[in-house]
């Protein structure tokens, strides 16, 4: 199998305690020691990239970020999927080429643009594109930001769900959904569903992780928390050396 779909295959048949993990590198040193822990593919985190660029998230150029996503891919023989935030206003086809030019398997796509909910009809109008633009190519994930900029109604994230689902995106992202309400999501939802997890303190257990699994997470990842955790240990560190 190629790796676009080696990265399907683990999102196939997993058991509800069984999510799929997948860590965030921000850059090909943070990539290397994922992928020798094991990890059997990775998901760039679109913030974390934008912090070890010298960028506020959301603010690093198209330019640096796929090539950020390069570096990533090369450096590794596994897997790897790319946050490209909301596809930096590029065309469906011009997005696919230059993600398939990084090496990437997969991608996210958030359907908010600075904190605003874009038109779910379009904006699945426009996914369709990318996946007609992009064949089996990629693994799409459509993020869906009700919980963050929206009213937190989940139904509404269903209703944004489906119509992503049905433009035929690989998987769901309810950003920020309350692992409370993921059993109503689960129940709602066609496919994989990818749910974030906070990296606070020492990080969420296995058992936590597990229990996401067995709430309808198919996949978990973490966003820029990896990035985060190591900037605070260095930091620790270096005030530790000033002494």
């Not at 433009?167 to 129940?187: H, N, W």
């Not at 198919?218 to 966003?223: P, S």
């Amino acid at each position: 199998m190629n790796g676009v779909e080696v990265f399907r295959a683990l999102h196939r048949g997993r058991l509800p305690d069984d999510p799929l993990i997948l860590p965030g590198p921000w850059d090909a040193a943070s990539a290397r020691s994922l992928a020798e822990a094991g990890f059997p593919a990775l998901a760039t985190p679109s913030a974390g990239v934008a912090a070890s660029l010298g960028y506020e998230d959301g603010e690093t150029p198209a330019d640096e970020m796929f090539a950020a996503v390069a570096r990533i891919v090369r450096a590794v023989d596994v897997p790897v999927s790319a946050d490209v935030e909301d596809g930096y206003g590029l065309a469906p086809k011009e997005l696919v080429e230059r993600l398939l030019e990084t090496g990437a398997v997969g991608c996210n796509l958030e359907d908010s643009d600075r904190g605003v909910l874009k038109d779910p009809r379009a904006h699945a109008e426009w996914l369709a594109e990318v996946r007609s633009a992009a064949g089996r190519r990629l693994f799409v994930n459509a993020r869906v930001d009700t919980f963050v900029y929206g009213d937190g109604n989940p139904e509404r994230a269903i209703e944004r769900a489906a119509l992503y689902v049905a433009a035929g995106v690989d998987c769901v992202y309810p950003f920020g959904v309350p692992a409370e309400v993921l059993p109503l999501l689960r129940s709602g939802i066609q496919g994989p569903i990818n749910v974030f997890a906070r990296l606070g303190g020492e990080g969420p257990s296995a058992a936590e992780l597990t229990g996401l699994g067995e709430l309808g997470a198919t996949r978990v990842t973490f966003g820029p928390g990896l990035q985060r955790w190591a900037a605070s240990a260095l930091e620790g560190m270096a005030d530790r050396l000033r002494r």
